[in-house]
């Protein structure tokens, strides 16, 4: 059965529970139990529609629930089904962090020392991103919880991850389901975070996709990489640009590759931006904190912002002058985007 079948069959159960509610016995079926299930978990947060769905062809779910220490900074939840044979696989789970320690470890499993790993913005200028593994990390403000010991605004991270089962080419539903998560984490937490809305237009999860759909660095603006659209690019060597940034996600990138103009892929340069305190130790090339080549950092916010550039050895029609400048470019957007200061070259 497919997520709208599901819902349809959902939506028939609730109306006859209503109409027999006296009767007992209507939660032992298998959809009023779903239906059930899906309320109870996350404290009530799971939009059931965008559940629908996303739910497995089949799947029976056989646990919802929500924990958390709020003292601590913590809040989590999950739903969990019987999928592949196997019982309580986790399709939905959530955990949030209002802890600088929490979320210093959480950035650090999706980022090793060089920064670069695969990673997606969110459509719509949300401030959050989708790492490799499809995991979706969420990072707000936290206006009502202050400041910290070190006088750095306190924020909130949402980790959402959802099953490989999962639709995800029902982007839309992703996306309302993490957002009403986040919602509910901010006022768990005593956060305090705008409430987000999930964009008109969502992009896809699959990262192929977003090369198939990359444009020429004259083409850029409007896509937060717009500094590419000046660049100076020879079109000669066929460069593409596929940009994952916006104005309020921790991280940003503007990847380039190029085939020549025969289709096969030849070099790729990629330039990134971290934001938080978090990032400094990416741009660290030893015990002693020595910073690698072709770097740059400034403050926002009141923390730290570090940017980089990482490039294949043979870039055709660049050389080091000219990587260190499209660096300066890079940062210097970011920094105008951003609203930063202290902007330094390494």
Not at 3 to 15: E, L
Not at 276 to 305: I, K, V
């Amino acid at each position: 059965m497919t997520g709208a079948g599901t819902m349809r069959r959902w939506i028939k159960v609730a109306v006859a529970a209503a109409a027999v509610l006296g009767l007992g016995g209507y939660i032992a079926e298998p959809y009023a139990q779903d239906w059930w299930l899906v309320g109870r978990a996350c404290d009530g947060a799971l939009p059931r529609d965008s559940v629908a769905q996303l739910t497995p062809d089949d799947a029976q779910f056989t646990k919802g629930e929500s924990h958390g220490v709020p003292e601590l900074g913590f809040y989590g939840c999950s739903l969990a089904y019987d999928g592949d044979h196997t019982e309580d696989v986790a399709m939905i789970g959530m955990a949030a962090y209002t802890g600088r320690d929490d979320q210093d470890r959480e950035f650090k499993r999706v980022f090793t020392e060089g920064g670069f790993e695969q990673q997606m913005v969110l459509s719509g200028g949300l401030p959050g991103i989708v790492d490799g593994y499809g995991v979706i990390r969420i990072v707000t403000p936290c206006p009502a919880l202050g400041k910290d010991t070190e006088g750095r605004p306190r924020k909130m991270l949402v980790r959402i991850g959802m099953s490989r089962n999962v639709d995800r080419s029902a982007s839309g539903a992703v996306y309302r389901t993490a957002l009403a998560l986040a919602d509910s984490a901010s006022k768990k937490l005593g956060c305090g975070a705008r409430p987000l809305k999930t964009p008109q237009r969502t992009n896809g999860f699959d990262t192929e996709e977003r090369w198939r759909r990359a444009v020429s660095p004259a083409k850029a603006e409007g896509t937060g990489c717009d500094w590419m659209a000046g660049a100076g690019l020879a079109k000669s060597e066929g460069w593409r640009l596929v940009a994952e940034a916006n104005d309020t996600a921790p991280t940003s990138s503007c990847r380039l590759r190029t085939d020549g103009g025969d289709g096969a892929y030849r070099a790729g340069m990629t330039f990134g931006a971290w934001y938080g305190d978090w990032s400094n130790r990416l741009t660290a090339s030893d015990d002693n904190g020595e910073r690698r080549p072709l770097t740059a950092a400034a403050r926002c916010d009141g923390e730290a912002a570090n940017f980089a550039l990482d490039a294949t050895k043979d870039t055709p029609g660049i050389d080091k002058a000219d990587r260190r400048h499209l660096l300066r470019e890079f940062a210097e957007d970011q920094v105008r985007r951003r609203g930063c200061s202290g902007l330094r070259f390494f």
